[in-house]
């Protein structure tokens, strides 16, 4: 499938509005080394377009797991829930950071599904996360 088109003026302004950091992982692309991508909250694949309130900024990791995912299972209750929206819900209300700060615990059904669906505390992202918090540049405030 060919990618829609998206002007760098609407790139620039959902970069801005995202504070340069990953909708999912928070992770900012000074710490990653590469840039992060315009993400289709809601995938091409499943109705998607490329308007400004259907992107957002995900890093490499989170979208290549995301793919053209829009619900996944909460381990905790069984039940097939919608991912976290980061354009449109509030971060806060569906994830925390471990005591330790390296990895992103969901506190809603759709915080653990996004965790899962994402593997957003894969092995390598975790080790990173271990290495930035030495660094004190993570977790995000």
């Known amino acids: 499938m060919k990618r829609p ?6 790139i620039n302004k959902i970069r801005t509005k995202a504070k340069e950091r990953c909708g999912y992982c928070q992770a900012p692309p000074h710490l990653l080394a ?4 315009i993400e289709h ?7 998607g377009n490329s ?4 992107l957002w900024l995900s890093c490499p990791s989170c979208n290549l797991y995301k793919g053209s995912k829009i619900k996944a299972i909460d ?14 819900q509030k971060r ?12 992103i615990v969901g506190v809603t059904p ?21 290495f930035w918090v030495l660094l004190g540049e993570f977790p995000p405030g």
């Open 75 to 88: 381990p905790q209750s069984n039940k097939q829930v919608s991912l976290y929206n980061p354009r449109n």
């Open 5 to 10: 088109y998206i002007s760098k003026t609407l």
């Open 92 to 103: 806060s209300d569906h994830f925390k950071w471990s005591k330790d700060g390296t990895e």
């Open 34 to 37: 590469v840039k992060l991508e």
């Open 110 to 130: 759709i915080g653990r599904a996004t965790v899962i669906a994402l593997r957003m505390n894969n092995e390598l992202s975790v080790a990173a996360r271990r």
């Open 41 to 47: 909250i809601i995938p091409l694949a499943h109705g």
């Open 51 to 54: 308007t400004e309130k259907k």
